[in-house]
């Protein structure tokens, strides 16, 4: 299973496109405007299978930069998989590395320091605001300076999560917020290029559907190697009850009633489904889990420094660059082979209820 999880974006971009090419997709490339490492054009792909239009699978990649290796390797897999069978009747549309510059630069934001999925807001809402608690916590959480060779990050850490609680301390840090444009989880002042684009398109890309299930993939949140299907928006009645028959019960947490998420703004499924581009749209944001919240967000902190503050080629940068990328996707065999197989599986689930109709 590790041999479908690429080095680095300019790998996987190559590897996806040639996949894709071998099954007949239709491909598309669209340029978010900046280079990569390389100093080559950076840009997300859109592969499009010819398959039955009214009812469409959707899965997505890299919404979240550096979680892309892990996306990739999904999209990777399944295309590999169908290569060796039979491509599904349903029309499949992949999505693949949304968030280029974020995936090229081992990121989890885009080229402006926004995180994407805080940057979906839906028509009334401003760029504008922070969480309460989020502007006491600024200078912990973005020190004007490059990361230290050592610091007691987890003591201050357990120090805040014993005076505000874990639950309360996640929603002000991660809700999301558009004071603080070199801080985490800035969600920007105003629609990024990936938005625009896919504003522009998904209602070509997804033209006479009926019905869509749409799996986006990201790391990071819960328990080592498991999975939890995360819903930002309001569900409805057949909503729930079809992601409880697709899934299973216990697979899915709306914000509402979520031990391991938080009620965040800006997300990528609320934007999604309020754009209403099917009649039936289910959303799910696949979180497989990684490292502890406290170690993902001290690596987010200093990835964050060592880009605002650090130069590229200081050892600090380096450092935090690998850290991240190991953070969101781990180099452990037995993790990737885990979450490939049950990503497989996710994927199965959806075709199957998209057959079923």
Known sequence: MSSYFSQNYAEAQRR???????????????SIGVNGPDGSELAFDVACSSGDSANVLVVSSGVHGVEGYFGSAVQMAILDRWSEGQLPQTKIVLLHGLNAYGFAWDRRFNEDNVDPNRNFLLPGQPFEGSPPGYAELDPFLNPKRPPASWEPFTAKAAWLIMQHGMKKLRSAIATGQYDY???????????????????QNMPRWLEGSQQVVHLDFHTGLGES???????????????????????????????????????????????????????????ACAEFGTYSPVKVLAGLRAENQAHHWGKPEDASTVKAKQRLKELFCPASPAWRTTVIEQSEKLIDRSLEKLADR
């Open 181 to 199: 444009p070199q801080g985490l989880f800035f969600g920007g002042k105003g629609a990024s290029r990936m938005q625009t684009i896919l504003q």
């Open 16 to 30: 996806f496109r040639a996949a894709a090419t071998r099954l007949g997709f239709a491909i598309e490339s669209h």
């Open 225 to 283: 190697g498991t999975w939890k299907l995360l819903i930002d928006y309001k569900l409805t009645d057949l909503q729930r009850e079809t992601l409880a028959k697709t899934f299973g019960t216990d697979s899915f947490e709306a914000n509402d009633d979520s031990e391991i998420a938080y009620d965040a703004r800006g997300g990528f499924g609320q934007w999604c489904v309020a754009q209403q581009f099917a009649p039936k749209y289910l959303f």
